[in-house]
């Protein structure tokens, strides 16, 4: 018996390319595109791998575990990495990146987050990656948590190194990404005697045995149903127009923000570095955050969750992300929250959070 979930239709190598076409289509970027059949950590380590090598200096930004991870990996490479970090609630200062830049003018790459979806920052990409090719360094991006919810200017922006997925803004499949590459980031690559070859690390073997062919044989084992799953998820933000989705993410954040300051609840960033891709909270003083979103979800799967990692206890996640950026998302969290949080709340400053939350939508929906 056929089932469509086993017995998927197989993808041929011209559906393969078209995809890839797509995909650059909707990033609206001219350079190559690859589709890693893997979850974004692998582009990610395979992007460190290929640019570090001995007797380089390469500076990494970190805001989250992702970024410590870029740098683990850039030191087996034999890079010497040069970090600067800022606090988990804050954006990395502009500032300080150039200071590194300038304290160090052998840097030859440049590598951050754009957006945190653990803490809910977001890094300024376009001026951190103008600093960083004012001094010649390459630039390598994670824009993971920020395309379908962020505009994300990869051409503009000069972005040498791009790593994306689709399982967040997009709200599409987690088990396969991609990679944007420029021309002079291949150069550097093909330059690097230490880049991995014949190896699923290898960007290179995806230039060399796809990118510079006729593109008749893929040069992996496909997943059927990923690459079909990442195909109907750009169709449908396609649909929808890229615009409406990022709107729709801008006005699920503001509605989370003025929903939880109604309730008594602190945002966790400042307006002005918070992601829209989630709204991140803390809970009242002497309140642990994975309790109260225990008894928030108690009743009912609302889209909450408490921090990972160090932030476990001390932020309360509400996801607004891809097709959950929502108002009645927004809503059915903010009220789980207001039951949650009992005699620390009243009916009436629920009703008021929900009436916050959904002027807020409103007015970011008109906004552009």
């Given at each position: 018996?056929?089932?469509?979930?086993?017995?998927?239709?197989?993808?041929?190598?011209?559906?393969?390319?078209?995809?890839?076409?797509?995909?650059?289509?909707?990033?609206?970027?001219?350079?190559?595109?690859?589709?890693?059949?893997?979850?974004?950590?692998?582009?990610?380590?395979?992007?460190?791998?290929?640019?570090?090598?001995?007797?380089?200096?390469?500076?990494?930004?970190?805001?989250?575990?992702?970024?410590?991870?870029?740098?683990?990996?850039?030191?087996?490479?034999?890079?010497?990495?040069?970090?600067?970090?800022?606090?988990?609630?804050?954006?990395?200062?502009?500032?300080?990146?150039?200071?590194?830049?300038?304290?160090?003018?052998?840097?030859?790459?440049?590598?951050?987050?754009?957006?945190?979806?653990?803490?809910?920052?977001?890094?300024?990409?376009?001026?951190?990656?103008?600093?960083?090719?004012?001094?010649?360094?390459?630039?390598?991006?994670?824009?993971?948590?920020?395309?379908?919810?962020?505009?994300?200017?990869?051409?503009?922006?000069?972005?040498?190194?791009?790593?994306?997925?689709?399982?967040?803004?997009?709200?599409?499949?987690?088990?396969?990404?991609?990679?944007?590459?420029?021309?002079?980031?291949?150069?550097?690559?093909?330059?690097?005697?230490?880049?991995?070859?014949?190896s699923i690390l290898s960007l290179l073997d995806w230039k060399e045995h796809w990118?510079?062919?006729?593109?008749?044989?893929?040069?992996?084992?496909?997943?059927?149903?990923?690459?079909?799953?990442?195909?109907?998820?750009?169709?449908?933000?396609?649909?929808?127009?890229?615009?409406?989705?990022?709107?729709?993410?801008?006005?699920?954040?503001?509605?989370?923000?003025?929903?939880?300051?109604?309730?008594?609840?602190?945002?966790?960033?400042?307006?002005?570095?918070?992601?829209?891709?989630?709204?991140?909270?803390?809970?009242?003083?002497?309140?642990?955050?994975?309790?109260?979103?225990?008894?928030?979800?108690?009743?009912?799967?609302?889209?909450?969750?408490?921090?990972?990692?160090?932030?476990?206890?001390?932020?309360?996640?509400?996801?607004?992300?891809?097709?959950?950026?929502?108002?009645?998302?927004?809503?059915?969290?903010l009220q789980a929250l207001g039951a949650a949080l009992g005699a620390a709340t009243?009916?009436?400053?629920?009703?008021?959070?929900?009436?916050?939350?959904?002027?807020?939508?409103?007015?970011?929906?008109?906004?552009?």
């Open positions: 018996m056929t089932n469509p979930l086993l017995d998927p239709r197989p993808i041929t190598p011209t559906q393969f390319y078209a995809l890839g076409v797509s995909v650059a289509e909707l990033l609206n970027t001219r350079h190559d595109v690859l589709l890693p059949q893997a979850e974004a950590v692998l582009p990610l380590e395979a992007a460190a791998r290929s640019v570090a090598r001995p007797g380089t200096t390469m500076l990494n930004v970190i805001t989250s575990p992702y970024g410590k991870a870029f740098g683990r990996w850039l030191r087996e490479g034999g890079a010497d990495v040069i970090e600067v970090e800022s606090p988990a609630n804050r954006a990395i200062a502009p500032d300080t990146v150039e200071q590194a830049l300038d304290r160090h003018p052998d840097i030859s790459v440049v590598s951050f987050v754009h957006v945190e979806a653990i803490s809910g920052v977001k890094n300024d990409a376009a001026l951190i990656s103008s600093m960083a090719h004012q001094r010649g360094a390459l630039v390598i991006l994670d824009a993971v948590a920020s395309i379908g919810a962020h505009e994300v200017l990869i051409d503009e922006w000069g972005i040498d190194i791009t790593v994306l997925a689709s399982q967040k803004g997009l709200s599409g499949p987690a088990g396969i990404s991609i990679a944007v590459v420029n021309p002079r980031a291949w150069s550097v690559l093909a330059d690097n005697p230490e880049a991995p070859r014949n990118l510079d062919t006729d593109r008749s044989v893929v040069p992996t084992i496909l997943a059927p149903l990923e690459v079909w799953a990442l195909k109907a998820a750009i169709e449908r933000v396609k649909i929808e127009g890229l615009a409406s989705v990022q709107r729709r993410h801008r006005a699920a954040a503001a509605a989370s923000r003025a929903g939880a300051r109604a309730l008594g609840l602190t945002p966790f960033v400042d307006d002005e570095e918070a992601a829209v891709i989630v709204t991140t909270l803390r809970p009242p003083d002497g309140v642990d955050a994975t309790s109260l979103v225990r008894e928030a979800k108690r009743q009912s799967d609302v889209a909450l969750s408490p921090g990972f990692g160090e932030l476990a206890h001390e932020v309360i996640r509400v996801d607004h992300t891809g097709e959950r950026a929502r108002l009645d998302v927004v809503i059915a969290a009243s009916n009436e400053a629920v009703a008021g959070a929900l009436e916050a939350a959904s002027k807020a939508w409103s007015d970011e929906a008109v906004a552009r």
